[in-house]
């Protein structure tokens, strides 16, 4: 169900931020920002010696720290803020959030924080709803959502009886200056892929969307194109 689309997406997301880069150290520590329930850390905790996450969310927190034990991971979460991590100076080898820096109130802050809580040379991997994106939005389900006016949107998801989502969509070339102006270097800009366990729960027209998707993320015209108005962005960076 969507618990396993989860962790599969959660896998998926976290190669695709590894890469081609360095493998990190054996006795590497991962922090998550933004944990939810948990489908990140598991996947992190078989690369990663230490595994932790914060979220804002107390119910998730909760309903993640179950998860985790019936997987058999104790893995430590905390109820925090992004903007204010509980952690001493340069703690963390890596950093991750996915889906967090759109949803944070101070973006700025939020990467001061990764910053600090970074040793020298290690990695902060962001994912994000690009906010040119012309295809269906993961939280509103609505088309080409960064393009309309937020008084629209708003008035849209509450017809629907949603509860409209107070965030920031972002561009590339946005998120690559939030990074460089927070002081990290070798800033990386990416694709991610949907697996197969993800596209199950999409409807039929998202779903063959995904697979044509994923073609155009091998062919290189199409692939640039993608930067611009594709559903979501990877970025990874390095703290000087």
């Known amino acids: 169900g969507g618990q396993v689309a989860a962790e599969a997406r959660a896998?998926?997301?976290?190669?695709?931020?590894?890469?081609?880069?360095?493998?990190?150290?054996?006795?590497?520590?991962?922090?998550?920002?933004g944990c939810g329930t948990g489908p990140m850390l598991l996947a992190a905790r078989d690369r990663y010696?230490?595994?932790?996450?914060?979220?804002?969310?107390?119910?998730?927190?909760?309903?993640?720290?179950?998860?985790?034990?019936?997987?058999?991971?104790?893995?430590?979460t905390l109820c925090a803020c992004a903007e204010a991590l509980p952690f001493p100076d340069a703690r963390a080898d890596?950093?991750?959030?996915?889906?967090?820096?759109?949803?944070?109130?101070?973006?700025?802050?939020?990467?001061?924080?990764?910053?600090?809580?970074l040793r020298p040379g290690g990695r902060i991997h962001l994912t994000a709803s690009n906010r040119f994106s012309l295809g269906p939005d993961a939280q509103t389900g609505i088309w080409?959502?960064?393009w309309l006016p937020p008084g629209m949107v708003e008035s849209r998801v509450t017809r629907s009886g949603g509860i409209p989502p107070k965030r920031t969509l972002l561009s590339a070339p946005a998120i690559r200056a939030l990074l460089l102006g927070a002081g990290f270097r070798q800033v990386a800009l990416g694709l991610p892929s949907f697996p197969a366990a993800q596209r199950a729960q999409f409807p039929p027209l998202v779903r063959?969307?995904?697979?044509?998707?994923?073609?155009?993320t091998r062919l290189p015209?199409?692939?640039?194109?993608?930067?611009a108005i594709g559903p979501k962005i990877i970025a990874s960076a390095v703290r000087a």
């Not at 190669?15 to 054996?26: D, I, K, L, T, V």
């Not at 063959?208 to 155009?216: D, F, G, I, K, T």
């Open 11 to 33: 896998r998926a997301t976290l190669q695709a931020w590894e890469g081609s880069q360095p493998a990190a150290p054996r006795n590497a520590a991962l922090l998550e920002i």
């Open 49 to 76: 010696a230490r595994v932790a996450g914060i979220d804002i969310a107390f119910r998730w927190l909760v309903v993640g720290k179950k998860r985790l034990l019936e997987a058999g991971a104790d893995v430590p």
């Open 94 to 117: 890596v950093v991750v959030g996915d889906a967090v820096i759109e949803n944070v109130k101070d973006r700025v802050q939020t990467l001061a924080e990764a910053h600090r809580l």
């Open 144 to 146: 080409a959502v960064g």
């Open 208 to 216: 063959r969307l995904a697979s044509v998707y994923e073609l155009a």
């Open 221 to 227: 015209l199409t692939r640039q194109a993608l930067f």
